[in-house]
């Protein structure tokens, strides 16, 4: 190792420790606002890792990430001024201690959730490698998070694909305060990696040239298309967990004590040869002098515009739209140019997939098979497996990759096949894929499209049949849709699969089957503009996936009778479009949604809400509803018909609010 | 132990009337029959008696000045003395008849609402129309139980007008109909809902607005709302017009004699001196006695006749609040003096609006007069259910061609008789005109054939 290796190895980790040591007084003092997890004791990890990255490789790091920020590059300045919530901090001051993004150096985010970090570096590998640049990706993780499902998926997904990876586990022996010795059913992290038919390596964490070497190796393999490496450092954080916390209630002052001389700062100094002595004092001097500009520069700053706190939440950029303009769907020719749902959405797919080289799709079967559902028939042989690309049964962590993939610049879109499985990766979409560009100040985009099939039909039982979609409606960050006809779903993929926020795409496998005419060229939906299936003036009812056609088949009988339905589908649910709502309910003073779903919470619970505070003048009855039952779906069919609304419900429900 | 005071039925036609004011406060100890409140009802402003005694509980909510309230709302309470109207109507059997429970309580007792009931309950409750929240449930942890909603049921069917009236008398409209009703300067309070319950909607105010549509379109002049006599005025009238098939006839009369014999009462110096319509309603009575077709009373299905010696006549009076119709009760059994006495104490009453419900009522023939004013002939209409009304003309000294053909000035009156042809044919009706001609020319002979 060179001087200048060396003394840019002290450099880095003593700008950690003074700047961590800063902190902590400063959180002393009440200028932090939040939590504060430091990194002293553990500097020469991040600092030897790092050391063999470029800005175009990328860190995913986790709340005890200062020191994973600083190695990549980020000034103390930035870090100090995030913590005290400033506008100049690295996230705008909206991420403070736990969420620090800085993109631009390939800093990707640490979290307040254990275990994500893993999951999207196998992203930010998936990346590289479709991508073709040559960029690694780091996951830093402490020992807690090993034993976590994350660790297991990621290590397989990393080790099946060959993923450019790097998991560079910290064991500093304490999940918080529960004991790795009590918490592993095996000493050893390192040795976990065979079991993924990976290499793996144990090393001590507090000596920053091993490190060095190690990871330098790890890098070069990772580069060279040979795949991912486990690296376990065994090191020790000689603070508390999260400054102000009490110590001493799981380890000892002697344990802390005796690891404090093994410094792994002093301990460079020590090796490091006697005439770099005087610089290594004039770099302490310097970065002295660097932490109290930094504090100075924080205190400083201004805090952010309040104003400006809904701001980011979705992409502020886009790839461009050509939006049909018309709430009415075009009259078809004759003869109609009639396909499916389900084609419809292949039609999108196939043809902005050789339009846009990012785009990736991941999922159960579908690769050669062409997807259970045939959603992706024929794709696989026009762009290969990396594109197409069959996974394990492993929800979460593909869906974990699809978020690292997105902040690292692909387009991955995730085919659950039944939607009831993104359950299990719910953590990854609300935590992670649909802040990412709020936390980051607008700074990553999330292009993922999460599609699946929803709705209850044919016995599929409870674990294939949920929806979900109003859940999936209160989580800022996201867009969701939910297509009634094939027309809609060509129009709206084709947005999705253009538009930088994540979206979920859900589709009602009752209906999947169903034919409309479909244009043959290329058109967007713009989100959050509801349809008006057909135009009355006595009731508006507002209907979601197949209770649209549901509904549909029922305005004949009722206009028979003198009821005039004007039929909504706002097709988005976020964006929802309450103006055109209130526009039809301002006509027809009464309003009836519709959904297959529990009613609790959901969607027309909102849109009563929402109507009932604009349009309350405009009502001229009860705003009624008709959904599911409060249960989960049944398998007998005739406990699942009770559980679903019939024509028969509907129309009962038009009636009344006639009546009302 | 507690009483509810109810809106009263005051007149046959009466579906609500207008409150007009406490005559007693809170805390009042009632003996039955002191007067507890006025109303407004179908043809006179009225004081409504305490049924019961009690000391006199007002809702918070209750009735103000003006409130249109249905016939057997509830309006107030007498309860035992010391009593809290708090437990009023728990107290009570007939609870569900109050405006409180029935209009407020479903829209926010939350525990009513837990205890809604199973899926199977809630279908039966909506198979009869029943609401959940006003069924008191009587299975575990007071669950609403089939059998609770079907007991339910049963009693509003048997109460439904009664639950109806109640939720009317708060005015329950929606906020679009009442957005409407702004714009189009329409009170709701006049108004018929014809949503659930009674609720006003839109279409309501509409047809209300389309029916006003030249006050509607003439933006000048004072607008007066209707008042609740005028409404049932109005009503009574349009239901006339709609359900008979009037024909008036007309004959002149020699009114020498009538105009004599109440000079004779003159002459003899009695105070007293029976008015020309007093004179014309006993001989009226007589000749109906004749004819009692004509006193027969509209019944649906059936003609239904008075008994002879109870013909009550009808005398309609002008007053500031409008047309009023008290009644000469047992024309045929009084004397002349005692009905012209009755007659004036009733015309008097009905001036000052103090007519009580029941002297408006059991007339079977009705006399108009609107000679007063000069009027000759006119088409009277028929006070529903009777049969026939009689009109009076003005008396004038006419030149009449004597029956030995000589000229001579004689007082003359035009008699106009509307008879509903659906009754009665043209002939007998005709026949009862001449009768009533006869005895009109002479009077004394009459009076005292009947004495």
């Not at chain 2, 029976?274 to 077709?293: N, T």
């Amino acid at each position: 190792m060179t001087n200048d290796q060396i003394l840019s190895l002290y450099r880095t980790m003593l700008i950690i420790r003074h700047t961590e040591e800063e902190l902590a007084r400063c959180h002393q003092r009440g200028l932090i606002h939040g939590a504060c997890h430091t990194y002293v004791g553990q500097e020469a990890i991040a600092t030897g890792v790092c050391s063999h990255l470029t800005k175009a490789d990328t860190v995913f790091s986790t709340h005890r990430g200062h020191g994973h920020a600083l190695a990549k590059g980020m000034p103390p300045r930035e870090l100090m001024a995030e913590l005290f919530g400033r506008a100049t901090g690295c996230s705008r001051g909206r991420g403070g201690s736990m969420h620090l993004f800085s993109p631009e150096i390939g800093m990707m985010g640490t979290s307040g959730i254990v275990g994500p970090c893993m999951l999207q570096a196998c992203g930010g590998g998936y990346s590289a490698k479709l991508l073709k640049t040559g960029n690694v990706a780091v996951a830093f993780f402490g020992d807690g998070a090993v034993n976590n499902g994350a660790f297991h998926e990621a290590l397989n997904m990393a080790s099946i694909w060959k993923l450019p990876t790097l998991f560079i586990c910290e064991n500093n022996q304490y999940a918080t305060e529960i004991p790795f010795s009590y918490a592993s059913g095996s000493p050893s992290v390192a040795g976990r990696a065979a079991g993924y038919g990976l290499p793996g390596f144990e090393i001590d964490g507090n000596d920053v040239v091993e490190i060095s070497r190690i990871a330098g190796d790890a890098v070069a393999r990772a580069r060279a298309g040979e795949g991912a490496t486990l690296i376990e450092c065994k090191t020790y954080r000689t603070r508390a967990h999260s400054e102000g916390m009490g110590d001493f209630t799981y380890r000892t002052r002697e344990e802390v004590d005796a690891w404090k001389k093994r410094c792994p700062i002093a301990r460079l100094k020590a090796a490091a040869p006697a005439e770099l002595s005087a610089a290594m004092d004039a770099i302490e001097a310097e970065i002295l002098e660097m932490v109290r500009d930094a504090r100075e520069f924080a205190e400083q700053s201004p805090y952010p515009e309040a104003a400006s706190a809904t701001k980011y939440v979705y992409s502020q950029t886009d790839a461009g739209s050509t939006p049909e303009s018309s709430p009415m769907r075009p009259a078809a020719p004759s003869p109609p140019r009639e396909i499916s749902f389900t084609q419809a959405t292949v039609e999108a797919l196939a043809g902005e997939m050789s339009r846009n080289p990012k785009i990736f799709v991941m999922g159960e079967g579908i690769g050669i098979r062409g997807g259970n559902f045939r959603t992706t028939p024929g794709l696989y042989n026009l762009h290969g497996p990396e594109r197409l690309c069959d996974t394990p049964i492993c929800e979460r962590g593909f869906v974990g990759l699809a978020g690292g993939a997105a902040m690292t610049g692909t387009r991955p879109v995730i085919d659950f096949m039944f939607a009831d499985f993104i359950l299990d990766s719910i953590g990854e979409i609300i935590n992670q894929i649909a802040k990412m560009q709020y936390m980051s100040s607008g700074r990553l985009t999330m292009p993922v499209l999460l599609r699946g099939c929803v709705g209850i039909g044919h016995s599929a039982a409870t674990h294939h049949s949920g929806s979900y979609h109003t859940l999936y409606g209160q989580v800022p960050g996201l867009r969701v849709v939910m297509p009634s006809n094939a027309y809609d779903a060509k129009g709206l993929m084709l947005r999705a699969l253009r538009c930088n926020d994540p979206v979920m795409f859900l589709e009602h496998r009752e209906i999947l089957t169903a034919k409309c005419h479909v244009p043959e060229h290329d058109y967007e939906i713009e989100f959050g503009k509801a349809s008006i299936v057909r135009e009355g003036t006595d009731v508006t009812v507002v209907a979601l996936a197949k209770m649209v056609p549901v509904t549909l088949a029922l305005c004949d009988m009722l206009q028979q009778e003198n009821i005039s339905v004007e039929l909504l589908d706002p097709r988005t649910i976020s964006p929802l479009d309450t103006v055109t709502i209130l526009r039809s309910v301002a006509k027809t003073g009464r309003l009836l949604i519709v959904e297959e779903t529990p009613p609790a919470f959901g969607l027309g619970a909102e849109i009563a809400a929402q109507i009932a505070d604009s349009g309350f003048n405009d009502l001229d009855a009860p705003i009624k509803r008709v959904n599911g039952a409060f249960a989960p779906t049944p398998y007998a069919p005739t406990l699942e018909a009770a559980v679903v609304p019939t024509e028969m419900d509907v129309a009962l429900a038009i009636r009344e609010l006639v009546r009302e | 132990m507690s009483f509810e005071i109810t809106i009263p039925r005051l007149g046959w036609s009466m579906e609500e009337g207008i409150f007009a004011g406490w005559l007693k406060k809170d805390g009042d100890v009632i003996r039955r029959g002191d007067a507890l409140f006025e109303l407004e009802g179908e043809k006179a402003l009225q004081e409504v008696e305490a049924l019961d005694d009690g000391v006199l509980r007002l809702m918070a909510d209750g009735p103000q000045l003006g409130t249109v309230l249905k016939v057997g709302a509830v309006v107030g309470y007498l309860v035992a003395d010391g009593a809290a109207l708090a437990q009023t109507p728990s107290d009570s059997n007939v609870a569900s008849n109050t405006i409180k429970p029935v209009e407020k309580a479903p829209a926010t007792d939350i525990n009513s609402m837990s205890s809604g009931g199973s899926p199977s309950v809630r279908r039966l409750a909506r198979e009869l129309g029943v609401d959940l929240n006003r069924v008191t449930g009587t299975g575990s942890r007071d669950r609403i139980t089939d059998d609770d909603v079907r007991a339910t049921a049963r009693r509003e069917s048997e109460q439904r007008p009664t639950i109806n009236s109640a939720l009317a008398a708060e005015i329950i409209a929606t906020p679009r109909a009442r957005r409407a009703a702004k714009t189009a300067g329409i009170e709701l309070s006049s108004m018929q809902g014809t949503g659930r319950n009674g609720r006003i909607r839109e279409r309501d105010v509409v047809s209300q607005s389309n029916a006003a549509a030249p006050s509607a379109t003439w933006a000048g002049g004072q607008r007066i709302s209707l008042s609740g006599r005028r409404r049932v005025i109005a009503e009574r009238l349009a239901d006339s017009h709609r359900q008979t098939v009037p024909v008036t006839l007309t004959s002149q009369v020699d009114a020498t004699n009538l105009v004599s014999l109440r000079q004779q009462f003159k002459a003899a110096g009695e105070t007293l001196i029976p008015a020309i319509h007093d004179i014309i309603a006993k001989l009226v009575a007589g000749c109906l006695r004749q004819e009692l077709r004509l006193a027969g009373r509209w019944d649906g299905d059936a003609i239904v006749l008075p008994y002879d010696n109870e013909i009550h006549i009808g005398l309609a009076v002008d007053t500031p609040e409008g047309l009023i119709v008290p009644v000469l009760r047992n024309v045929v059994n009084e004397t002349l003096l005692s009905l012209a006495a009755e007659s004036s104490r009733i015309i008097r009453k009905s001036r000052a609006g103090r007519l009580s419900g029941a002297e408006m009522q059991g007339a079977v023939f009705t006399i108009t007069n609107l000679g007063s004013f000069g009027i000759d002939t006119f088409t009277p209409v028929i006070n529903l259910p009777e049969t026939a009304i009689l009109g009076l003309g003005a008396i004038r000294k006419l030149a009449v061609v004597a029956s030995d053909d000589r000229i001579e000035v004689r007082p003359m009156m035009t008699l106009s008789l509307t008879f509903d042809h659906r009754a009665i044919d043209g002939a007998p009706a005709a026949k009862f005109l001449q009768s009533l001609v006869a005895a009109i020319e002479n009077p004394a002979a009459r009076l005292l054939m009947s004495e």
